[in-house]
């Protein structure tokens, strides 16, 4: 069964250091998220991506952030300059044919910003 | 500010007992809704998607969609310690595109 994966598992960074997360989604899906998930605490919507353009992104979501799709596989999340508070659990997910559909999930990146 | 309330829990359910798990929601243009499971340290799995008012059977996952009283729940028959996890519903809006709003989870706990 088709599946998201992403890259790495788990990174470790220096506050200010920039990092790029990765996600291949699945390969006939057109909608693409990221969210987050900090210790213990709620999953949160950072960004909704399709047709090559954000199409909705919330507070958190500010100028440190980026997303692309470079390739046409790779799905990526950039942080500029990591904050001690990015730390967290970072899910990719994706969506077939609607935004208003279901999303699968990847297996998440934890980001350690020390 | 548009918010997805559940019982944290813990719920502990016999083996083979029935959980019952709910969500309420305050955005009253919310069209889908989602359950979720979550082990620990793991991404969420979906369970089901509901879009209608009433029941949606799946398995030994059934769940109820109450538009006019803003509540979603899910119900586990015949529960396993496999199903010792957390459940997250997820509600998105019409005015959204493709954003969740997560509640904070019902940890489950099925003992043997």
């Known amino acids: 069964e088709p599946e998201v994966t992403q890259t790495p598992s788990h990174q470790v960074t220096q506050m200010g250091q920039e990092v790029i997360l990765r996600c291949v989604p699945i390969?006939?899906?057109?909608?693409f998220y990221w969210y987050r998930q900090i210790l213990g605490q709620k999953v949160e919507f950072l960004v909704s991506?399709?047709?090559?353009?954000?199409?909705?992104k919330s507070e958190i979501f500010d100028d440190q952030f980026s997303v692309e799709r470079p390739d046409g596989s790779n799905f990526t999340l950039k942080i500029r300059s990591t904050k001690l508070e990015d730390s967290a659990m970072y899910f990719c997910?994706?969506?077939?044919?609607?935004?208003?559909?279901?999303?699968?999930f990847g297996p998440g990146t934890r980001l350690t910003v020390l | 500010q548009k918010e997805v309330e559940q019982n944290s829990g813990p719920l502990s359910v016999p083996e083979g007992a029935i959980a019952s798990l709910n969500c309420t929601y305050s955005d009253r243009v919310s069209q889908s809704f989602f359950w979720y499971r979550q082990y620990s340290g793991k991404s969420p799995e979906l369970i089901m998607s509901?879009?209608?008012?009433g029941d949606k059977e799946d398995g030994r996952f059934t769940a109820q969609l109450n538009k006019a009283s803003q509540y979603v729940s899910l119900l586990i028959r015949d529960s396993q310690p496999s199903d010792s996890a957390t459940y997250l519903c997820?509600?998105?809006?019409?005015?959204?595109?493709?954003?969740?709003?997560f509640g904070a989870g019902t940890q489950v706990v099925v003992t043997p």
């Open positions: 390969s006939n899906h057109l909608y």
């Open positions: 509901i879009y209608s008012n």
């Open positions: 997820a509600v998105l809006a019409t005015d959204s595109w493709g954003k969740f709003q």
């Open positions: 997910a994706t969506g077939l044919a609607s935004p208003y559909n279901e999303q699968f």
């Open positions: 991506f399709y047709n090559n353009e954000i199409s909705e």
